[in-house]
């Protein structure tokens, strides 16, 4: 039975949203939940993109250390040589790609105003494709923007011609939210059945159905035969409206009715960090955590009207689905309510020992202290808030990643 796996695009689609970013040792910091949690693949760059080149490096560099394995870090580019190319001049370590294009002809047309055709679509990306392989990609997966409104003959050729050389995976864009539960599951499972390629479901959040229509895609590509990898963002965040949410989805795939008898995970996925991360990426992105937010909303295990309350306390299966540690929730949380003292980019070094002294961070010498209190001046300059706690401690632990992570060199 072909299986289920997860591609985070939280620092691709997440970082491109408008009104918000991460930096660059906040997008390190999702890389490694996203490993913790067992997620397959984090689409984790720009690769073309110059202010990427040192972060990419240093989260590859991880990779080769064992800190950020099993997972797979992809970056994504668009379909075209020269983005191959200098995608694997700026990052020589890049392993991993998605190489996109559009294929619908609204995008054809709107974009290309009449420059290219179909076959010039298909003749670019299975060139770039080609100058991938020639630069050393080990897997890449081929993506068609805007594939809910593509013609399906054409998206089928395309898919073909992407199997044919190489492809890993191809993966379905509802780029503008259009598609809906029952159309995405027609479309993918015709896709799996005539292009035998394990498929991609990228669905975004215009019409309210992103986590739906990703369920519905991937049982179209497991009822067609093909494994599927579906595409989620931490919290949602996404161009527009958003993308499939990671623990939503994961949430839907395994506690839905019914589904997972037949439809399951390629690996576990521990959920058991998801009120963590999912707080993190919430504070990262600055981004408020809807109340009402699956699993991780404020209220997602609240109850007050008498029925209700009465219900859950004799048994909490009369009105819960799942159990609210499942998700690490239910520790107390510690919010200082006195003196704080937290670190920025002017710290000094005595607030600093104090605050690391805390966490049980000792240092060799005065030396190594400053030396560490600097890395984190620079990170605070990036990311103009508080680090948090885990991001202290991977300075602490890896300095010289940390320096090559808050390095940006413009104009060079
Ligand atoms: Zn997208």
Redesign the pocket.
């Known amino acids: 039975m072909p299986k289920i796996y997860f591609i985070d695009?939280t620092n691709r689609?997440g970082v491109q949203t408008a009104n918000l970013g991460l930096s660059k040792l906040e997008k390190t910091m999702i890389n490694i939940y996203l490993n913790q949690m067992g997620i397959f693949q984090s689409e984790f760059g720009f690769p073309t993109t110059r202010h990427e080149s040192l972060y990419l490096q240093a989260n590859l560099e991880l990779a080769s250390m064992g800190v950020l394995q099993p997972i797979r870090l992809e970056g994504w580019i668009r379909a075209t040589v020269a983005d191959v190319e200098e995608a694997f001049e700026l990052v020589p370590a890049l392993r991993h790609l998605n190489i996109s294009i559009s294929t619908s002809e609204q995008m054809i047309q709107g974009k290309f105003r009449g420059g290219k055709s179909k076959d010039d679509v298909l003749k670019m990306m299975v060139e770039a494709l080609e100058a991938a392989w020639s630069a050393g990609a080990e897997t890449v997966g081929v993506n068609a923007e805007d594939a809910s409104r593509t013609d399906i003959d054409f998206l089928v050729s395309f898919a073909r011609a992407a199997k044919e050389h190489g492809a890993h995976r191809f993966r379905y864009?509802d780029?503008l939210g259009y598609d809906n539960p029952f159309t995405i599951y027609e479309t993918v499972k015709v896709l799996a059945e005539n292009a035998k390629i394990p498929i991609e479901i990228?669905c975004?959040g215009d019409l309210g159905m992103a986590v739906a229509n990703s369920l519905a895609g991937a049982k179209g590509a497991v009822d067609g035969g093909q494994d599927t990898y579906i595409?989620t963002t931490l919290n949602g965040i996404?161009?527009r409206a958003g993308?499939a949410d990671l623990f939503a989805t994961v949430l839907a795939v395994t506690k839905s009715k019914g589904f997972s008898e037949k439809y399951q995970l390629g690996n576990p996925i521990d959920l058991s960090k998801s009120w963590q991360v999912a707080k993190f990426a919430s504070y990262a992105f600055e981004v408020p955590i809807p109340m009402n937010q699956p699993g991780v909303g404020a209220n997602a295990f609240a109850h007050a009207s008498g029925i209700h309350a009465d219900g859950v306390l004799k048994d909490p299966h009369n009105y819960e689905l799942y159990g609210f540690d499942e998700l690490g929730r239910g520790d107390p949380e510690l919010v200082e309510t006195g003196r704080e003292i937290c670190t920025g980019e002017y710290s000094g070094i005595s607030g600093f020992k104090h605050l690391m002294g805390k966490m049980a961070v000792t240092f060799s010498d005065m030396e190594e202290a400053r030396k560490i209190l600097e890395l984190v001046r620079y990170a605070n300059v990036e990311a103009q808030k508080p680090l948090v706690e885990d991001e202290l401690l991977f300075i602490a632990k890896y300095p010289q990643i940390a320096k090559k992570i808050l390095t940006l060199r413009p104009l060079e």
Do not use: F, I, S
């Open positions: 695009v689609d864009c780029t990228h975004h595409n996404g161009e993308n």
